[in-house]
């Protein structure tokens, strides 16, 4: 089937954004395991892990966490 479709152009968007995020504080894993422990204890069926497993988990998830946004932040 996927042979029959005709190719698509992508479409353009626009950058909208007016202001850029230049610098910012690197966030550590205390600060992630502090925002994951007053969270609450809610969620829905599009989360692949149960807030309660996230919360047991919040030391081992922490440091990766921070990890993760401070890479992005910073490779941009």
């Known amino acids: 089937m996927h ?3 005709p190719p698509t152009t992508l479409p353009y968007i626009a950058a909208t954004a ?9 966030v550590t894993p205390e600060n992630v395991a502090r925002l994951i422990h007053k969270a609450p204890y809610k969620s829905c069926q599009l989360d ?3 807030t309660l497993l996230v919360k047991q988990f919040k030391g081992l998830l922490a440091p990766f966490i921070a990890l993760l946004f401070n890479t992005s932040l910073s490779t941009a």
Do not use: F, N
Not at 18 to 26: A, H, S, T, V
């Open 18 to 26: 007016k202001q850029k995020l230049c610098e910012w504080e690197l």
């Open 3 to 5: 042979q029959s479709t």
């Open 48 to 50: 692949t892990a149960p």
